[in-house]
């Protein structure tokens, strides 16, 4: 794609181009880290980072930048093409989506495809090799599967959803539109419930269902369990890394984010823009308030307020673990000045 041509393109998205300037109409290719981007790519820089020496030293044929008149005079020195943008981030995630926009498979059904009794196709559908697509299930309009995906009995899946090689969808499940479901994710698998007897662990049947809203992703490797009655429910535009196991009966709100291997126990509560960073773990019915961000490591095990920065084990406060973390490492300093004056370690 020409230069130009991916300006114009630029010009009808969400990152507000203010400015442009284009030294030479050349072929846009690919994107590039700015240290490492070459002719015929393009790369970008965000607002007071530490990679602006780089822009000096770019081979790249387009520089995304903010609206900071030194970049740009940098830019213009050295005769680089460069697009000035509110959001330079969104605006380079925005060109990707353009370049690769064609690479998308045909349509059409596989001919290694099992595909059940009563199941309906939307229009324009792509099923890849050796998919199975079980009896009663629905399939929007748009929906690309890709080969080895596995699909219940009565999953109802929605438009414009993308679902990568190996994942399954379990039994009555529920995805509505614009979805990005990665491989060898489980979605509606059967939640951990055993009931102790004294002959051993009795078995909760899990007849349950999962309920994906729009624009949701879920990462290689994730499961979202299903519980024994009701649902477990994923808000629209959420987030989910790889390696993430959400339990029974959790309720994740809108928009939140899930970085990898957090786990979230059954019946727990994630209110919306909720963050939670790598290995954060949330107890069994834990509520956790609109915009709280959690740290990586943190163990939510009590209800946390909205809003809140939290961190550590058990959570508290991001600025108080900050300070327990200070004296932390003094303590053996601390318990050798207790006992130079004879008081009793605790």
């Not at 991916?6 to 442009?20: H, M, R, Y």
């Not at 830019?75 to 697009?83: D, F, G, I, P, V």
């Not at 059967?190 to 002959?199: D, L, N, S």
């Not at 429910?233 to 890394?241: C, E, L, N, P, S």
Request: aromatic share 4%.
């Amino acid at each position: 794609m020409l230069l130009s041509q991916l300006i114009n393109s630029l010009k009808k998205g969400d990152a507000e181009l203010i400015d442009f300037a284009i030294s030479q109409d050349t072929e846009i290719k690919k994107g590039a880290s700015i240290e490492n981007a070459q002719e015929n790519q393009l790369t970008f820089l965000e607002k007071n980072s530490y990679l602006t020496v780089h822009l000096s030293t770019t081979n790249a044929s387009l520089a995304i930048l903010p609206n900071d008149e030194e970049l740009i005079n940098i830019a213009k020195e050295r005769r680089l093409s460069w697009a000035i943008f509110e959001n330079p981030k969104l605006a380079f995630a925005e060109s990707l989506d353009i370049l690769n926009s064609s690479i998308d498979p045909l349509l059409g059904i596989h001919k290694t495809a099992v595909i059940g009794k009563g199941v309906k196709l939307g229009k324009g559908i792509s099923i890849g090799a050796n998919v199975c697509i079980a009896d009663n299930s629905i399939i929007g309009e748009n929906t690309i599967i890709r080969a080895g995906v596995v699909i219940y009995e009565g999953v109802k899946i929605g438009q414009s959803n993308y679902l990568h090689s190996n994942c399954v969808i379990h039994r009555k499940s529920i995805l509505g539109n614009n979805c990005i479901i990665h491989s060898n994710a489980v979605i509606g698998s059967e939640g951990f419930g055993f009931i102790p007897t004294k002959k051993g662990w009795r078995k909760m049947p899990q007849t349950g269902i999962v309920m994906i809203d729009n624009d949701v992703e879920i990462g290689c490797n994730s499961n979202i369990d299903r519980p024994s009655v009701g649902k477990t429910f994923i808000g629209a535009g959420t987030k989910i890394d790889n390696l993430v196991q959400i339990g029974h009966g959790v309720i994740i709100g809108q928009n939140c984010a899930l970085a990898a291997q957090v786990g979230i126990a059954g019946g727990a509560i994630l209110g919306n823009g909720v963050i939670l960073a790598g290995q954060v773990g949330v107890s069994n019915r834990v509520k956790v308030g609109d915009g709280v961000v959690a740290t990586s490591k943190c163990g939510i095990i009590r209800d946390i307020e909205p809003g809140q920065v939290i961190s550590g084990f058990p959570a508290m406060p991001n600025k108080l673990w900050l300070r327990c973390s200070a004296i932390f490492k003094k303590l053996p300093e601390i318990a050798k000045t207790f006992r130079k004056f004879k008081i009793k370690e605790l």
